[in-house]
């Protein structure tokens, strides 16, 4: 069930996609749909229709090219689903998705993976972000100019009425998210978001959560591979109903980022390069390579390369005090030494520069074993003249010279790991495991951007908030899919 929009444009679009004119004849099959708009749905009987009528409004008054709204529904038990069907039997472009399971993650990836939309978006059925920023989401996908689009209540110039505690909540996850996956967009749980289908395409099979950490998933895998993402500030007013379970999603929150992870460290996920990272792009000339990791600048190898050195110097000081009583103080230095040595470079190898497999492991500990000349050397140096000051030190005395020039060796150490010992890690990736889309005689359809086009600004109708009697929810409604967070 499609609809070609009625509003008239003077957009040089191709004839495929080019919205209908309003005096024009009905076509006989319906246009294709650039837009597809899914709502996903759990219990939410009360509140659908009044959501996908001002929705649908929205859409026929402001968006210049034929849409869909496909309504995902996640196992609803209370007439949600009879609801959905009877709307998509009165508004032309409504479609409905039946799930025997809940889960929004699970709703998406089947809504999006069967659309035949270039541009595919997803929004809450509350309706919490205001609409007007729907058209400005989805435009820079339109046009070609960026492969996901985001709504951000944290960023400069979003305006959003939320209680303390989940402004607290929220701004604390993406502080959690930017801390241990290094990511760089601002808000993961917007329920405010947009994607190139060419993109989900190749994303979509290489997430595995089915709820609410699905937004989070993608997003850092679309980071991984290079994609530019656009953030849009939006307005939000949170829904005072709302039922999401706090304690069970941001456990289910922490136990997605340690699996995530997880496999990006241990290399079992593999991200192919759609995006720009220095080097030519896969995807439409070849198949996709796949990025050895994202910590490949200096802005996050640093701080890895710190915490492998932080706990390595730890391991390394009770090391030497537990050989110090069983010999004198230069053999228990080069012992514990060189088998902290030994580790720091193989977990380096991997965390900090995201070099996996065994192939060359065995070369890059001999290049290491220089950085443990080195380190050898200087703490040597400082135990000798230690010695020299006071015949006799205390073992205090030792662990902070051995500290102090195990601080010098570092920096060597850091330098000759980025320079010299991990450079030729790219000279062989490793081969994609995601095939590329089967060649078509006909391109795909987001591959035909809006180029050298300005779409307009939403206007009209529709763009004020929900008043009092369409921001209420039902009973029943489920903590998979209500209001972001």
Not at 15 to 21: C, I, K, Q, S, T
Not at 151 to 176: F, M, P, Q, T, W
Not at 215 to 244: N, Q
Request: net charge positive.
């Amino acid at each position: 069930m499609l609809v070609g929009m009625t509003a008239a444009s003077t957009l040089p679009v191709p004839a495929a996609v080019a919205p209908r004119p309003a005096d024009a004849a009905e076509p006989a099959v319906p246009a294709q749909p650039v837009l597809d708009v899914v709502v996903p749905v759990y219990n939410e009987r009360v509140d659908l229709e009044p959501c996908l009528r001002r929705l649908h409004a929205h859409l026929a008054a402001t968006f210049p090219y034929p849409f869909r709204i496909t309504v995902a529904d996640n196992a609803s038990t209370d007439g949600t689903l009879a609801v959905a069907r009877r709307l998509a039997g009165e508004l032309p472009g409504v479609a409905v998705l039946h799930l025997d399971a809940k889960g929004r993650g699970r709703a998406l990836r089947a809504a999006w993976s069967a659309s035949p939309a270039p541009v595919l978006a997803y929004l809450d059925v509350d309706l919490s972000t205001d609409l007007a920023a729907l058209l400005p989401l989805v435009a820079p996908l339109i046009s070609g100019h960026s492969d996901l689009a985001i709504g951000s209540r944290l960023s400069r110039g979003a305006r959003v009425v939320r209680g303390a505690k989940r402004e607290l909540i929220s701004r604390g996850y993406n502080l959690l998210l930017r801390g241990t996956l290094a990511v760089r967009f601002s808000d993961a749980q917007c329920g405010f978001k947009a994607i190139r289908a060419d993109k989900a395409r190749v994303l979509l099979p290489l997430t595995e959560d089915s709820g609410w950490f699905f937004d989070t998933e993608l997003l850092v895998l679309a980071e991984r591979a290079g994609l530019r993402i656009h953030e849009i500030p939006v307005d939000w007013i949170d829904d005072t109903d709302s039922r999401v379970d706090v304690v069970a999603t941001a456990l289910a929150d922490l136990r997605g980022i340690a699996r995530l992870g997880g496999g990006l460290l241990r290399g079992s996920i593999q991200v192919p390069v759609l995006g720009d990272l220095g080097g030519p792009p896969g995807g439409e000339d070849g198949p996709p390579r796949l990025r050895p990791d994202a910590g490949t600048g200096l802005r996050l190898q640093l701080p890895r390369f710190v915490a492998v050195g932080a706990v390595s110097t730890i391991a390394y000081i009770l090391l030497y005090l537990a050989l110090r009583g069983a010999m004198g103080p230069q053999e228990a230095n080069a012992l514990s030494l060189l088998a902290t040595t030994v580790v720091n470079t193989a977990v380096n190898r991997r965390f900090t520069f995201g070099v996996r497999g065994r192939q060359h492991a065995a070369r890059h500990q001999a290049r290491g074993l220089l950085a443990f000349a080195a380190a050898l050397l200087l703490t040597s140096s400082a135990l000798f003249a230690l010695t020299g000051v006071s015949p006799t030190p205390g073992p205090g005395a030792e662990v902070t010279a051995l500290v102090i020039a195990n601080l010098l060796a570092a920096v060597l150490r850091f330098a000759l790991y980025r320079r010299w010992v991990f450079r030729g890690r790219r000279a062989q990736p490793p081969q994609a495991t995601v095939q590329p889309p089967q060649a078509t005689a006909q391109p795909p359809q987001a591959a035909v951007p809006l180029v050298g086009t300005v779409l307009p600004r939403p206007g009209g109708a529709c763009t004020s908030r929900p008043g009092p009697a369409t921001a209420s929810h039902g009973s029943a409604a489920s903590h998979q899919n209500g209001s972001g967070r």
